[in-house]
């Protein structure tokens, strides 16, 4: 038997974001807000707490159990894209030749991050360190603040 999903809605510098959690661990971040969407689930307030301080510049490393549904080649992506440092990139070619796979498939996985944020899909940039494509939010120009904001600067492509 699994446990609801809880979920938590909350402002941040790009506006509202809810966090999902199950099984005690982080499952989902969307963009947007649900209505009246409060819990008093300690895993969320950690999650909002530690969203809040990477957007105020004190933390760089996310510290949550995750659990996000995808195919174990996303998983396997999800976490390389995890292990990029705080103000770095790499990019799609990059990520394809070190786990051997295609740069498309990395961008699928990227695309279908269901944490983004947490998971810095945002670290990943095309060719030539061009800034790609980004479905979360307000898309590229989210992305673009996310890596603003971790002092990366990339070419607008």
Known sequence: ???TPTY???NSPIGPLTLFSENGCLI???AGAIPGAGSDDPLLAEARRQIDAYFDGRLQNFDLPLAPAG?????EIWQAMSAIPYGTTKTYGELARELGSA?????????????P?????HRVLGAGNAM???SFADGPETKQMLLNLEGVRTRLI
């Open 28 to 30: 989902v971040v969307e």
């Open 71 to 75: 195919t174990p080649r996303q998983r």
């Open 1 to 3: 038997m699994t446990d």
């Open 8 to 10: 938590l809605s909350f």
């Open 103 to 115: 740069s498309r498939a990395i961008g699928g996985a990227c695309g279908a991050n269901p944490l």
């Open 117 to 121: 944020i947490v998971v810095p899909c």
């Open 132 to 134: 790609g494509g980004y």
